[in-house]
Structure formats: C-alpha cells, structure tokens
C-alpha cells in the first residue's frame, strides 16, 4: 500500500456488484461530482458504464441480467470470494457511500485532498457457473444407480448363502468343534406323567480342551417327597479328579425315616466330608483299575499337547464340512435373532464322516492310547424308532455368529417324561483351578473304616454279594 494512502479499513464494500467507473481526464483536473444523485444516468446510464443493480439482485455467483461483457471489454473476471479488494491510485479518495439507485461519492470529504487523480477503470466481477454437460450428467447417473444395485445385489446375495438355513447348522457345527473353551448352564427334569416321582438336575460349569469343572444342584422326588443333593466335580489338565458334596448331612436326614436319629458315628462322618473336597489321582486308580489309569493318562496327555493346537480341530471341522451328517428336519423356527432347528441325522454322511475322522492327527493320536478310540463305522446305521417313545432334539444357534446358543431335548413315552435344556457360551479361555485344600482318597477311606468300627465293633460292615 502507498504511503500516501489513507489507512483504515476499505471503504469500497460493493455487496459483490459490477461496476465500472468512468475514466477521468488524467490531466490534474478536478472531475466535479454532483451532491444529488443523476437521475437522467440513473434511468439511462452512459455508454461503458452498468445500470445501477435493483434491489432484486441475481444471486451471487450468477451472471448480471443487465450487463454482458463485450468483446472489447476482455474475458470476464472471476473471484473467488464476495469481496474484492481494490486499491486506488495514491492521494485517491476512498470515501464511496451508497444510494439506492446509484453510488454517490461525497464532495467535501474530511481527508479528501485538493485534487483527485483520475481513477483507471475497475471491474468487480462476479463468478460465473460452468455450464455442466448433460452427458456427463447422465453418465454419473448411470454409474451411481450401478453401485447401488451392485452393493444391494452382493448384500443380498451374501445374505441368502450367508443365512441359509443348512450353512448356519453346518456352521455351528465346525464352530462347536473348533471351540476353545465353553462357559454353560442347564437343567434335566424327567418326571412320571403323574406326578409322584421327579428327577430335577440343575447344572454349570466351564470347560477347555484339557480341563472342566461343574456344579449340580440335584432334587430327587420320590414318592411325593424331595430329596436335595449339591456336588461338584473337577478335572485338571494333569487327570486329576475332585468331587465335593454339599448339604451332605440334610440330604441324609431327609431319607430318615420320622423320629429316626442318624447315629453318631455316621454324623462324624457326614461333617468331616460335608462341603469338603475329595481328590483322586491316577495312582490312586491305579490301585482298583490299572488299565484303565494307564489310558486316562495317555488320553490326558493327548488332550494337553494339542490344547493349543487349532489345526489338530480344524482337520476334523473340515471333516465334518465335507460330511455334514446333522440336518434339518421341518420348518426352521426364529426365536430372539436365532435360527431353531429340529434335528435329525443323515447316516450315509455320518458313516462317511467316521470314516474321515479315524483317519485325523488327533485321533490317531487317541487311538495308541485305547483301540476303543478307533470307531467302526458299520456301527452308525440307520434305527428303526420305537413307535412308543418321541423324542426330538432341537438347537438355536446365532444367525449372525453361527454360534450355538441352546440345545433343547424332549422324550415322552407312555408314563414318563423329560427335557434337557443346555445354553453353552463359547469363550477364548477358561481357568480350570484345583481346590488349594482338599481331603485325598486315603483320608476319606480312613474316615470310613473308623465309622465302621465304631458302627460294628469288630464286625465286618455287611457288603453285598453276587453269586455266578
């Protein structure tokens, strides 16, 4: 900016209008400018210079109705921005101060100088619009209504084989297979149709490839009457086996019959193992069954050098892919966002896919343990169903995780029946910990022989005979 220029904030505010200036003599004369506005250049303004804008102005960006450029007057002018800053000749004046039909510039301003140089011919121009090409307006038309058919296609496409109904049972299969670890809950009630008798097991529990734990809640009713019973059981990965009884001392009392005392030796007993664990190892099996611990043993050792290894599962998950032998059976059922098949089996495919699993790393790693391990698969074949019992087995499992979500089993026959109810959650891991205090086998067996001496002296406990 000049140094003779006056500061201050700029003056020309032209609300985005175009306007020319008329070119003054560039000889130092005073051009004289009239206080009131020009009517006649305001109805008919002189040649090179606009009409002044009405207050119905275009919008900014569009062209003005009533002003085209010439050929003489050079391409239009674009600007970026609705203000345009414009600076004037030095010793200029920059007092601009608007009318409603025109600009009128004031005569006597309090910093305008003696003479004013002649001011060169100013352009604010407006941007114009390109015009946009029908063509290529159409063509992003097409393009755009292609990408939606083509995203709304692959999505229904992806969700009708996704969602089909034997994917999503094939599914929670291989899912069930590959699991590493489950958390589940259920309950088994089975009861006379009359109502005297009822069993009612509750359950839950964790489980690994290698380990598990579960917790029973038992109520047995026979004969109208309830007897409670609650157990837990354990295993760790070293085959070591836990069990502990809980209101031990109550589930007796309740098979008393009234007025009847337990005797107290057998209440020493009962408190001493109430609520307490019991561990068995498999040197203590050893000591009733040796081919059997050999082969718990072998079995543990199996299950612990693949715990972490996937592909040893995935091999029978693919297995079964290729040999999907649970199927569906009626309609598919929908309940809270899962799918709830009625099962049935498919023994072709079960034979093939016994077949396929004998012949797996982790099963032949099973079978040099025990030849039981090794399975025969003329032995999966078809049965015919007793016409007196009807059972079915249905699962729901998750139409978007594929995961199983509950296993129901129902049975009736003519006085009985019963129904299982499972809800597994599949986890990444469980920690399967062993008691930190618990009462070893010969302890308890200990316990036991003392009960008996006291109970009859130096008799031996009556025991029950079998004959050949």
Request: hydrophobic share 30%.
């Amino acid at each position: 900016m000049p140094d003779d220029q006056p500061n201050g904030d700029n003056p020309y505010d032209i609300n985005s209008f175009k306007r020319t200036e008329d070119v003054a003599d560039q000889q130092n004369t005073e051009p004289t400018f009239s206080s009131e506005p020009d009517t006649q250049a305001t109805d008919q303004p002189p040649a090179g210079t606009p009409a002044a804008a009405s207050t119905e102005s275009a919008p900014f960006g569009a062209p003005s109705p009533q002003h085209t450029p010439s050929d003489s007057e050079g391409p239009a002018e674009y600007s970026d921005s609705t203000e345009t800053t414009v600076v004037p000749e030095p010793g200029a004046d920059r007092s601009v101060t608007p009318s409603d039909s025109s600009y009128a510039f004031d005569t006597e301003p309090a910093t305008q100088p003696s003479a004013m140089p002649a001011m060169t011919e100013t352009t604010f121009a407006q941007p114009v619009p390109e015009k946009k090409s029908k063509k290529r307006l159409i063509i992003g038309g097409i393009v755009a209504a292609l990408l939606v058919l083509g995203v709304g296609g692959s999505a229904a496409a992806y969700t009708l084989v996704y969602q089909a109904p034997e994917k999503v049972l094939a599914d929670a299969m291989t899912n069930l297979i590959q699991a590493k670890a489950v958390v589940y809950d259920g309950s088994l009630v089975y009861q006379s149709k009359d109502g005297d008798n009822k069993l009612n097991i509750t359950f839950d529990g964790q489980a690994n490839r290698a380990s598990y734990g579960q917790d029973v809640d038992v109520k047995l009713t026979i004969d109208k009457k309830t007897y409670p019973l609650k157990a837990s059981f354990l295993q760790t990965e070293d085959v070591t086996f836990y069990f502990k009884l809980d209101n031990l001392t109550e589930t007796i009392e309740s098979y008393q019959e009234e007025g009847e005392a337990i005797p107290p030796a057998a209440r020493k007993l009962l408190d001493a193992i109430d609520g307490q664990w019991v561990n068995i190892t498999l040197s203590d099996i050893k000591e009733w069954a040796q081919e059997y611990a050999d082969t718990q043993k072998c079995v543990g050792e199996v299950f612990r050098s693949v715990k972490n290894d996937d592909a040893k599962f995935k091999e029978i998950a693919d297995v079964y892919s290729k040999n999907p032998f649970v199927v569906s059976k009626g309609d598919v059922q929908s309940n809270d966002g899962n799918f709830g098949f009625d099962l049935d089996i498919d023994n072709a495919k079960q034979k093939s896919f016994v077949k396929g699993l004998n012949e797996t790393a982790l099963m032949k790693k099973l079978q040099k343990c025990d030849d039981s391990y090794k399975l025969n698969p003329e032995d999966y074949k078809e049965e015919k169903e007793d016409i007196d019992e009807k059972s079915n087995v249905r699962v729901y499992v998750s139409q978007w995780t594929h995961e199983l979500r509950q296993v129901v089993s129902t049975y009736e026959d003519e006085e009985n029946k019963g129904e299982f109810n499972l809800k597994p959650r599949f986890v990444d891991s469980v920690n399967v910990v062993a008691p930190t205090k618990a009462m070893t086998i010969e302890e308890l067996q200990k316990l036991i022989d003392e009960v008996q001496q006291e109970l009859y002296g130096g008799m031996e406990a009556p025991t029950e005979t079998s004959s050949n």
